[in-house]
């Protein structure tokens, strides 16, 4: 939706709060207590009650929205913002946008909002041909080591370690300056260091078994062959890794530019949550006016218990 679209849609917090509620009914409503699913909407409540046991379930409970006291339209201009456009909207931005006047509450709808996009992403395995490959993100140095002589190079503590995976299948005969190469989905994981152990447990999680994979000759990589199909490595020099592993490069430069453009330091304990944003939007990149939508039945779908204290 354009921001027009959207404004004629949800006017208003009631129009909102039905929305919500429609999409809630589709995805249904679990009782907290016998685990029913049959319920009945008692409308001068505002609450659904279990057939079975006659516990009430208010519309919020159980979602995204969960004993969150923002209004209904906040949830959705921010949802509306997020998937309108390729880049992202800091917290800070999206609270000027409100006009609200604390941060703390817009920066933790925001931050549910990316966890119930890292949990749908979680849903679903990659097959097929796979190119894959760590990266390192500039992030703030952790607390914990900020009196610590600071490092150079891949193991600084302003890096931070993400392991990432693309689909990319070979194009027969690709147009004129099109890639040699079609990208699917993608996922990026952060990760707490490259010992092999580490690698081969994101791979064993993320990655079908039937799975071609593709990687440089990092020792990092060598028992990889145990969980796929059949595994491919060899010696990538800097020059040829974009030719080698495209698409992996290419979207960890734009995952790079997008936290450039969007905040000032990222702590690490939180690129994730912006990572799954990034990977969110990637991989739903051609349902255009549908993404809010699909967004919205993945925060009905899930009760994120986001409860770090900022600042």
């Known amino acids: 939706m354009n921001l027009i679209e959207f404004i004629t849609q949800y006017p208003d917090e009631e129009s909102c709060k039905q929305k919500f509620k429609e999409y809630r009914e589709q995805v249904g409503v679990i009782c907290s207590k016998c685990g029913g699913t049959s319920h009945y909407w008692k409308k001068d409540k505002e609450q659904y009650e279990c057939k079975q046991c006659k516990t009430r379930t208010t519309l919020k409970s159980g979602t995204v929205m969960h004993k969150s006291k923002l209004p209904y339209r906040y949830w959705f201009i921010t949802m509306h913002l997020l998937t309108s456009t390729k880049k992202s909207f800091s917290a800070k931005e999206i609270q000027r946008q409100l006009g609200h006047k604390r941060y703390a509450p817009i920066w933790h709808m925001v931050h549910k909002l990316r966890l119930s996009m890292g949990k749908r992403d979680e849903q679903y395995i990659l097959a097929g041909s796979i190119e894959l490959d760590d990266g390192f993100f500039s992030t703030e140095t952790p607390k914990d ?167």
């Not at 020059?239 to 997008?258: C, F, M, T, Y």
């Not at 304990?269 to 549908?290: G, I, M, T, V, W």
């Open 145 to 311: 080591k900020k009196d610590e002589p600071l490092k150079r190079g891949r193991g600084s503590q302003k890096k931070t370690k993400v392991l990432v995976m693309a689909e990319s299948e070979m194009v027969e005969s690709p147009e004129n300056g099109k890639k040699p190469r079609r990208v699917g989905y993608l996922k990026m994981k952060v990760i707490d260091n490259l010992t092999k152990e580490t690698i081969n447990e994101v791979v064993q999680g993320s990655l079908s078994s039937q799975s071609n994979l593709c990687t440089d000759d990092s020792n990092s990589y060598v028992d990889l062959k145990g969980f796929v199909k059949s595994h491919h490595s060899e010696v990538i020099l800097n020059d040829k890794i974009g030719e080698k592993l495209p698409w992996v490069h290419i979207a960890i430069s734009n995952a790079k530019r997008q936290l450039l453009n969007s905040y000032h330091n990222v702590k690490p304990e939180f690129l994730q949550s912006y990572l799954d944003e990034f990977c969110y939007k990637f991989n739903r990149r051609y349902f255009k006016e549908a993404l809010f939508g699909r967004l919205l039945v993945a925060a009905v779908s899930n009760k994120n218990e986001f409860r770090y204290k900022h600042g």
